[in-house]
Each structure stands twice: as C-alpha cells, then as structure tokens.
C-alpha cells in the first residue's frame, strides 16, 4: 500500500472547482449571477467555441474597490454574507464565495473593474488560481470577466466537453433562464463575433418571453398566482388545449433559477398526456429557512422542507388556474341547454366513432367520447361511493396471475369503497360480484385494473381518488365505439352534470370548442 500523503492544495482546488464548474455553462450562470447581484442592467456575454476558448461578460454593475479584487477570487471570500446565520435570508443569488476561486483554478482568468467613472480601473489576471498581474488600467463602471482556455490544465474534463455548438445551446439556455427572471436588464450574447441573441430591457415577463416564442403563444399562457403567508406562486402555465411549440419549463425559487422535483411531477400529473407537455413558467417566493438551497454544488436544485405541502398547494392552485380560465372560456355560455333545439332534429354526429360533433349557439364543439364519460364516472364513484354498486346477475370469477392476487389483497377495501365488491376465492381465484352502474366492468378490465394498480404507491397522497382514475379510463367507453343518438345525448347531459365537465381526471381536455368568430375569421368573412 502506498502511503497517505496530503493532496496539494492546488489539487484540493481543483477538484472542488469540478463541483461548481462542470462545463461553459456553468461559468456563464455564475458571472451572470454575479452581475445581477452587482446591480448591473446591461449585460454582454461573448463566447468563443461555444466557451471552450473564451467566455467573457462584460457589466455595468457596481464594480469592486481596487483591494477587494485579489480577495474575489480567493474561497469563501464573498461580500455577501457575513457569517452562516445569513444563510437563512439572502438576498444575493451568490454567498458562497466559490465561484470565481473555482473559475480562477480551472481557467485564465482576467477581471477588469472600476466602482467609479471618475476613478481608474482595476486588472487582475489569474492562472491556476495565483495572481500572475495586477495593475491600474481605464474602465468605466462596471466589471468585465474574461475566462481564457476552460480546463486547460484539466485535459481530461475538457476532452468530456461537448461539440461548441451544443455548449454554446446550453449557454444560450442559461441566458434565457435569468433573461427571463430579470425582464428589467438586457442581455447580449456574441458568438464568435455575431451578436446572436439580444434581450433587449422588457416592461414584463411577458414582453421577454416575446423573444423565444410568438406572441400568439404568450397570449395563450394562463397567468398563475396565489398567496399564502408561507409560499407564493406566481407566473405562466401552458393552456392544455394549446401547447407550445418549443419547451417551456422553468421554476425560481426566491428568483433563482432551479428545479424541484416535486414541481415536474404535479404539472405531469395534472396535465397528463406525455405527448403534450406541459409549459411553466412559476416564481417561487418562500422564506428561505423553508428551502434547502445547498444540497447541490451548482445550487441547480432545491428542496422544500415540507415537499408534500408543496405537492397539494401547487396542485390546487394549477387545478384552480386551469379551471377558471376554462370556464371563462368555454364555460360561460355553454352548458347543456345549449344543446337543446327547438325542432327534433339530428343534433349529433360522430366523428370516427371517437369524437361527438355538436352544433351550439355560438359555433360548434367537439367531445372526446372517452375523456368525457371518464370524468362521468370518476365524479359518480367518488361522489356516490358504494351506492352506486350494483350486484351482478352473475358474478365473474377470475383465475389471477400470483402477483395481481397479492394486489388485489392490497386494494380490495378501496375497490369496495369505490362500488366495486370482489371476493378472493380460494388460492387465487376472485369473484366479482358488484359494479358500479352503468359500467361495463368484466374480467378484462379487472385484469388491467389490477396491473396499473400494481405500479401505484398505496401511501400516496389522495390514493383513492388515484384509484378513482384508473377504473374510470377502463371502465368507460373507447374510441372506436359506435354510439346512437341517445346514447350521445346521455353521454352529453351527464357530462354537463360534473362538476368539471371540461378536463378529464388526467388533465385532458374532454371539449373543443371553435365559434362561429373562429370560423368567419379563418374564411376570410370578417
Ligand atoms: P459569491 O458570488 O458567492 O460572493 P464569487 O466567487 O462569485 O462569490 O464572487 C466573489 C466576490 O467578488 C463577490 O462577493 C463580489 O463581491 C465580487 N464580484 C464578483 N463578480 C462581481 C461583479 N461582476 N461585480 C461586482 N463584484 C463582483
Ligand atoms: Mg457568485
């Protein structure tokens, strides 16, 4: 065994710079965060080689005292935080001191800085984390850092970086996330000598986000707030029934960019087709004792004290948003009696056994068959529980597989409470004996039941409602199916008898609506 030696310092530093500074992105969201935490309003970033040979960002911020330069870029030398119990309130989306030691280590560094127009300058220049020059120089007011040959002493990281063109995408996705936290400052970013993005200073969030996507687009975006004495909510969310063309999925918490797991999984949950994902865009606002910032080197994601809490708040106010901007929307005039005309003529069609065409007042909409009788039936079990159980005629008895048996053990009593009263028979035979009614559940639905329960989390919040949701989408009816009139006009009188006719219990929207303005428009008769 060789002997333990103690690591050179140079080497203790470099290892811990890979924590803080993983790729050219890193480097721009750290200079960026020190800009705006320096006041600045105007900021350039130039890059070259998609920041593998130069990244440098030029501010108009407040600049630093000729003294305090060296110090920058020394660990945990920060102006931000006098001692730890600041850690609970900051204000700065720095306070850790690393950055710009972590950076030095890693890279050439230059920093040129003047706090004052009527003063001269500050120049630094830094290679592997030691002072190599330091020297008067003429700047106005500002701080400009350059960051030469990224991981030039570290071959083996550098060789780990992509082509410039995706590092360069990854800077440009940094930018967007504070670019669009901080409307009120302009961004620039130069590429080898091409200014290719240009934020320039916006009144609102919605202004700037007219840079990545048509207006049409924004105006689409549902705005999102809610206040409680320990979190705020504010900012955008995607209409289901209009997705975006290019992502959008951005969190802040206390106006830093991060994410939060809890945050991807509701919208997902609430939205529920993966094929259209959901857009966000949501501020945070929470005292900060309720966050853990620090479990990640890169402060890239948070934790939330109480992550469940979140979980429910986040889901009502998404639910609630949703909600009443629909009923805004398409609720207002339109309920069943909209349906309803005077003479007995035909007043539904069915598009490729799927889709319920209906002529209404104002335009006409268009119904999923299966959303809607599964937000029919999810609302029925819930509401009428095991009344609405009806015993079979003749009870279906189901040989099942080892492992469904053991599930079926697990959530035999939620079934019941839900209307659907089953037996286990001997080794691992059940027998159903009640449905909820109007449903056609027979043994194929009760398999598949019984396989998606299997993957679901008994001690999961609102379990039985999630519960809820799986025997409405087996038990109700397919696309595909043919239906009468009748059946249509039932399907449709009952929808408008939920209490959310608009949405399935995934999130799905269940009605299309285009009025007659539509029309007229895209035919050119206005
Ligand atoms: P932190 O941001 O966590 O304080 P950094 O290593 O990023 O640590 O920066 C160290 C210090 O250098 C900051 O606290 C700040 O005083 C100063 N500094 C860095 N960048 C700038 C800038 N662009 N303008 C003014 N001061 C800066
Ligand atoms: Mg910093």
């Known amino acids: 065994m060789p002997r333990i030696e103690l690591l050179k310092d140079s080497t203790v530093r470099k290892i811990a710079a890979g924590e803080v500074i993983v790729r050219p992105s890193s480097v721009v969201k750290e200079l960026l965060e020190n800009s705006l935490d320096a006041g600045a309003k105007r900021i350039t970033i130039e890059v070259r080689r998609g ?8 501010d108009n911020g407040c600049g630093m005292e000729r003294e305090d330069v060296p110090l920058s870029i020394h660990r945990y030398a920060t102006s931000k935080l006098k001692d730890i119990e600041d850690l609970n309130s900051l204000s700065y989306l720095g306070f850790r001191g690393e950055a710009l030691a972590s950076i030095a280590s890693v890279s050439k560094l230059k920093i040129i800085t003047n706090t004052d127009d009527s003063k001269s300058a500050t120049l630094l220049e830094a290679e592997e984390g030691k002072i190599k020059e330091i020297r008067e120089c003429a700047r106005p007011r500002g701080t400009t850092v350059e960051v030469n040959a990224l991981f030039y ?12 063109n995706y590092e360069l995408r990854l800077i440009i996705e940094t930018i967007k996330s504070y670019g669009i936290a901080y409307p009120e400052v302009s961004f620039t970013l130069i590429s080898e000598g091409e200014e290719i993005l240009l934020l320039p200073e916006a009144g609102s969030i919605k202004e700037r986000l007219q840079v990545f996507y048509s207006k049409e687009e924004v105006e689409s975006l549902k ?26 999925q951005l969190t802040y918490f206390n106006k830093r960019p991060a994410r939060n797991r809890v945050v991807g999984k509701v919208m997902n949950e609430v939205y529920g087709s993966k094929q259209n994902p959901p857009g966000y865009l949501l501020f945070f606002k929470i005292p900060p004792e309720l966050l853990d910032v620090n479990i990640h080197p890169t402060k890239s994601e948070v934790r939330f004290k109480d992550e469940r809490f979140l979980y429910d708040f986040l889901t009502q106010t998404v639910k609630k948003t949703l909600d009443i901007k629909e009923q805004e929307r398409i609720g207002e005039r339109l309920s069943q009696q909209d ?33 809607a009788h599964e937000r029919i039936i999810y609302e029925e079990i819930l509401e009428k529980r095991g009344q609405l159980s009806q015993k079979l005629l003749f009870p279906i008895t189901i040989e099942l597989p080892w ?3 053991s599930i079926f053990e697990e959530v035999k009593d939620t079934l019941a409470s839900l209307g659907i009263e089953a037996k286990g028979f001997g080794e691992r035979t ?14 194929q639905e009760i398999l598949e039941l019984l396989m998606e329960l299997k993957d679901m989390d008994k001690a999961k919040l609102h379990y039985e409602e999630e519960v809820a949701k799986v025997i409405a989408c087996k038990a109700a009816i397919k696309a595909g ?27 799905r929207p269940i009605i299309i609506r285009v009025s007659l303005e539509d029309l007229n428009r895209k035919f050119g008769r206005e």
């Open 403 to 405: 492992e469904l048996y």
């Open 339 to 371: 349906f309803l005309t005077e003479e007995r003529e035909r007043k539904f069609w069915q598009l490729h056994n799927s889709y319920i065409f209906a002529q209404v007042q104002t335009g006409y909409v268009i119904i999923d068959q299966h959303v």
């Open 430 to 443: 059940i027998v159903i004996e009640a449905v909820p009614a109007e449903t056609k559940i027979g043994r």
């Open 223 to 248: 705005e999102c707030r809610i206040d409680n004495p320990t979190i705020s909510i504010y900012g955008y969310i995607s209409d289901p029934l209009r997705p975006l063309d290019y992502p959008l």
């Open 153 to 164: 002493n570290l071959p083996v990281r550098r060789g780990f970086l992509k082509s410039p």
């Open 481 to 507: 199916k043919r239906l009468s009139q009748e059946e249509m006009e039932s399907l449709i009188n009952r929808l408008f008898a939920c209490q959310n006719p608009y949405f399935c219990p995934h999130g």
């Open 51 to 58: 920041g593998k040979d130069l990244i440098r960002v030029i």
